[in-house]
């Protein structure tokens, strides 16, 4: 339709955490009218991703940015927001940001790998075709042997 605004946001931060901290998600909005209102969530995953947890102390007028904490029991997180411009009229749909954590990478003894080479013993992610872990050098993901 002419005359109708876009309205869109775009996140920016680490994608992998390989020892627990904090990690700061950026949000950079265009269009709609300044200033912003942002809505942030975050949902913790492991073999699924729980509902997402309301981050009302980061969200708010000009809150372009969320840190969360992530543990070393963390395989991921999932990072959302959502941003309402000042006119109120026009508001992003919700964008997410996927940080992995530092439980993607360790293998059973316990040590830890950037799974460059080896095999892991843990997959903890799923999607239509099966598990999978993620080769943080080439962003390729990894199956499990067949058996």
Request: charge should be negative.
């Amino acid at each position: 339709m002419s005359g109708e605004q876009v309205f869109s946001v775009a996140l920016d931060g680490l994608n992998t955490v390989k020892k627990e901290g904090r990690v700061t998600v950026t949000a950079t909005p265009s269009g709609g009218v300044a200033p912003y209102y942002y809505y942030w969530y975050e949902e913790i995953c492991d073999d699924i991703c729980y509902p997402p947890s309301f981050l009302s102390s980061q969200s708010g007028w000009g809150a372009n940015s969320a840190s969360v904490w992530i543990s070393s029991m963390d395989s991921k997180k999932v990072v959302t927001v959502q941003v309402l411009d000042s006119q109120g009229a026009y508001a992003t749909g919700s964008q997410a940001h996927e940080i992995l954590g530092p439980a993607s990478f360790q293998m059973g003894s316990g040590g830890i790998t950037n799974f460059c080479g080896g095999t892991p013993n843990w997959y903890p992610f799923r999607d239509s075709t099966g598990d999978y872990a993620r080769n943080t050098c080439n962003g390729s993901k990894m199956r499990p042997p067949s058996v």
